[in-house]
């Protein structure tokens, strides 16, 4: 883990928490085989080494699973990463979930949607053997949230 940073202080601006990524503390996420990020108004595309990784391993297990049974790989779609405390405040005026000490806030946080696997409802059920396969392994929490998405937090 860079810096052995466990998890970044929350950040004012967008500016303050590119100054981590510049200063080698946080990774750029940018969309590839694995996953797509949606746009993203409310945060920014950065996480710590570690959550990263989780990121990857993710993707390599649902993508091991897909090639397993057979089916087609849909890569899943990235909806939040790192959020500054500007961006919260602006998101808590019109979303109800949002709080004031998001998780978001520590670079390690990511929401996945489950309603953009569409259809496929046997690559969504492959996905999610393997965040659960990673939540049992103590990688990470997860939280449902009906608004369309999985909240992760990376350990």
Same mark, same amino acid.
């Given at each position: 883990?860079?810096?052995? $940073? ?8 967008f500016?303050?928490v590119e100054? !981590? $990524?510049?200063? /080698?503390i ?6 590839n ?5 949606? *746009?993203?108004n409310?945060?920014a595309?950065? @996480?710590?080494p570690?959550?990263?990784e !989780?990121? %990857?391993?993710? /993707?390599?297990?649902? &993508?091991? *699973?897909?090639? &397993?049974?057979?089916v +087609? $790989? ?12 500007g ?6 005026r019109? #979303?109800? #979930?949002?709080?004031e #000490?998001?998780? =978001?806030l520590r /670079?390690?946080?990511v929401?996945?949607s489950y309603? +953009? !696997? $569409?259809? %496929?409802? *046997?690559q @969504? #059920? ?5 965040l659960y396969e @990673? *939540?049992?392994?103590g990688r ?6 009906r608004?369309g998405?999985? =909240?992760?937090?990376?350990?």
């Amino acid at each position: 883990r860079a810096y052995g $940073y466990d998890a970044i202080n929350p950040k004012e601006s967008f500016e303050d928490v590119e100054a !981590f $990524y510049e200063a /080698g503390i946080l990774e750029k996420i940018d969309s590839n085989a694995f996953y797509t990020l949606d *746009k993203m108004n409310y945060s920014a595309p950065y @996480l710590l080494p570690a959550a990263a990784e !989780f990121l %990857q391993d993710l /993707g390599m297990r649902y &993508a091991e *699973k897909c090639a &397993a049974e057979g089916v +087609k $790989y849909y890569p899943f779609e990235i909806t939040s990463i790192t959020r500054c405390t500007g961006s919260v405040k602006k998101l808590r005026r019109g #979303n109800r #979930n949002a709080i004031e #000490n998001s998780a =978001h806030l520590r /670079g390690k946080t990511v929401d996945i949607s489950y309603r +953009k !696997f $569409y259809s %496929q409802t *046997k690559q @969504l #059920n492959l996905f999610v053997d393997a965040l659960y396969e @990673l *939540k049992s392994e103590g990688r990470c929490f997860v939280k449902y949230e009906r608004t369309g998405c999985l =909240h992760i937090t990376a350990r």
